[in-house]
Structure formats: structure tokens, C-alpha cells
């Protein structure tokens, strides 16, 4: 595997349900994102993870609980989500350093709440 | 707060022609990072350029070149001679350097579409 993947590619769930959104990146970066792009909004970021520390979260409800295990994987747990959750979440990852650099993303959780 | 602005929602063209999509932003950092991400039907996010404030040369790589023009805070995208592959939506986006990791503010992006 190259690059950014991320498990499932579509995920169809019900508000009790939980589950969780996989990412793995094969890049050797230390830093990592999660994003949510919902229609005809900017993509929002919801979390950060800078050498497996949580430095960022955007104001985001509880129901998501991210997961840093380790530098090449992040997780999304899910948990009595909502309708206007669904969206296409994606995860990136980037190296950090002195310089900014450009982040890779995955190709994206579809995920539908029903 | 750092903003980004994509004013065009949506740009149909035909092949061949020549597109410029535009892109405004608003920093008080003076330094930060400016990119443009490429996103195909498939959904992946494909980065195309990364411009830092203090170069404003124009770069040109095949048929994308950037322009990158601090005065007007701008930093738009022109494809020459499309084509049908190009189809996509396109952000523009802004860096912040604070606290960790590299936070980026997106556009809303553009949809451009190249017709036969």
C-alpha cells in the first residue's frame, strides 16, 4: 500500500449504531488530519494529531472520539450520530518540521446516517 | 481569522480552452503557505502546489501555472489548452503555523467542467 488509505470506503449507519472510520498512511509522516466535507460547505477540519498528540479539535461534538495509536494510524470512533453527519470524511497526513508541507489525503469514508 | 475565498462556483468550458480559477485569502500571519488540491470524482484530495509567502514567482508545471500576487492577495490558477481529464473540483487553500501540525483553511471550491 501506498500513500493514504482509509477503511471503509462506504459506511451506512443508524443513529445507535457505533463504528469506527479507519486511516493508515504509508508515508512516514508524523502528523495527521481529520476532515469532514459535507455538500456546498469548505472542508472542515475536525482534528489534529501532531507526533501522536491531540493539538487540535475543532469544537466538535463528543459523538466523534478520534484515536492516535501510533504515527501511521488514526481513527474516527463513531457513536449516536445524527442525520447532518453525513458527509465525506477525510483523512490526511503531512510531515512536520521547521516548514510547512502539503497534506496527503485519503480517498474518503462515505459515511450515510440513517 | 484566515479566510479564503473561491468566487466561482462553477466554470463549464470547452476543451482546449484555456481556464483561470480564482483565489483570494485573508492572513494576518506574515508568513504562511498557500495551496491548490485537485478533487476528482473519486473523492481523494490531489495536491497540486504548495507557495510560500515570501516567493512570488509564477510557476508554470505543463499546462497549470499559478500566479501568486501578494498585493492583491491573490493566488489564482490557470489551465491551458483543457481538457475532459481536468473536470474536477478544485480548493484553493490557506496554512496557519501555530501549536502543531499544519492547519489548513479551505475554499469552497470550484467545479469546473470541460466538455468535448
Known amino acids: 500500500e501506498t500513500g493514504v488509505t482509509q477503511t471503509p470506503r462506504h459506511l451506512v449507519m443508524g443513529m445507535t449504531n457505533k463504528k469506527s472510520l479507519k486511516c493508515e498512511q504509508h508515508?512516514?509522516?508524523?502528523?495527521m488530519y481529520w476532515y469532514k466535507q459535507s455538500a456546498k460547505k469548505p472542508l472542515e477540519l475536525m482534528f489534529v494529531?501532531?507526533?501522536?498528540?491531540?493539538?487540535e479539535n475543532n469544537s466538535v461534538p463528543s459523538r466523534f472520539s478520534p484515536e492516535c495509536p501510533n504515527s501511521s494510524h488514526l481513527f474516527l470512533h463513531l457513536h449516536t450520530l445524527q442525520p447532518e453527519d453525513s458527509a465525506l470524511y477525510l483523512c490526511?497526513?503531512?510531515?512536520?518540521?521547521?516548514?510547512?508541507?502539503?497534506?496527503?489525503f485519503g480517498p474518503g469514508t462515505r459515511l450515510t446516517v440513517t | 481569522a484566515q479566510k479564503v475565498t473561491q468566487a466561482q462556483t462553477e466554470i463549464s468550458v470547452v476543451e482546449k480552452e484555456d481556464v483561470t480559477l480564482d483565489c483570494v485569502y485573508e492572513?494576518?500571519?506574515?508568513?504562511?503557505?498557500l495551496f491548490w488540491y485537485k478533487q476528482p470524482p473519486s473523492g481523494e484530495l490531489v495536491f497540486l502546489i504548495r507557495?510560500?509567502?515570501?516567493?512570488?514567482q509564477n510557476e508554470i508545471s505543463g499546462r497549470y501555472s499559478w500566479n501568486f500576487q501578494k498585493s492583491t492577495s491573490s493566488f489564482n490558477f490557470t489551465i491551458t489548452a483543457s481538457q475532459v481529464v481536468d473536470s474536477a473540483v478544485y480548493f484553493c487553500?490557506?496554512?496557519?503555523?501555530?501549536?502543531?501540525?499544519?492547519?489548513?483553511?479551505f475554499g469552497t471550491g470550484t467545479q469546473l467542467k470541460v466538455e468535448l
Open positions: 490526511a497526513s503531512s510531515q512536520e518540521g521547521d516548514r510547512l508541507y502539503e497534506q496527503y
Open positions: 508515508l512516514g509522516h508524523n502528523a
Open positions: 494529531y501532531s507526533l501522536e498528540e491531540r493539538v
Open positions: 492572513t494576518r500571519d506574515t508568513t504562511y503557505y
Open positions: 507557495r510560500n509567502s515570501f516567493d512570488e
Open positions: 487553500a490557506l496554512s496557519e503555523a501555530t501549536g502543531g501540525g499544519n492547519k489548513l483553511t
